[in-house]
């Protein structure tokens, strides 16, 4: 989905992949898969895929129940994801690394390219009830981290809305980053558990339907699947939360197809049409 800034991320990241690959008996082959910025870098190692990404050094450790780690205890076994064997962290210079070995995914992801859709990809009835269970099994987990916090809803509703922040959010355990690029066809798999702990109830529909609205009929079944969440009070307060999150990404220059889409969903939700700043003042 995404290529290194510069060459010297580059340069870094695969030092750090083939230390960590040394250092864990792996040997990786095929395609070099890397995430948002360069901040992490995947490979393929037999049945098992080696994941290495980067951290400023004063940020260095796994905080308890937190990430990857985190979710492969607490999130029930039922939840469909890639299985965690081995993790290998390290300091070097400014930087915090950490490897984890997981599973190997053979099925493709939905959108491997893009986070949100262009296309509709035709996924069969079986393929959202297991989403919608594996939702409903996230919700019993004892989420840790609190996902898109209270102080960033309080700025990012106003600037990226148009409209006060809530009074009350309700929390609820969730994945935290339910996108396109995050979920496999059949059979289901979610993917990057960085995010996933206490987020506002209805904000996984919301953010995978805000990203859904290229293609209305997929957006049309994710209301429909999702509706006893997104048709309450707080479900509606976690889908805003998800728009203003994708409406300060816009703010940084991402997402500009999806634009018109957000801010058509955003007041039709609140009835009032949000402003479309220049750049990006909130802070997540």
Known sequence: MNSPPTDDVQTLMEAAHNRAAKALGLTCRGPLAWGFQGVTLGRRAGNQWLRVSRSAKRNAGRKRGEGIVGASLLVPDGVPRPR????HDWTDGKWAFEAEVLDYVRQPVVSPDRADLDRDPALPDEWWTGLRQALDLISQAEGVKTTV????????FPQFLGIPAPAKVERVTGHGDLHWGNLTTMPLTLLDWERWGLVPFGYDAGLLHANSLLVPDVADRIRLEFAAVLDTPAGRVGELTALAEML????RGWYPDLAPGLLARAESLTGVRPPVPLHSEVSA
């Open 149 to 156: 916090r209270d102080g960033w809803i309080e700025r990012a």
């Open 248 to 251: 300060q990404a816009v703010a």
């Open 84 to 87: 965690l064997y081995e993790v």
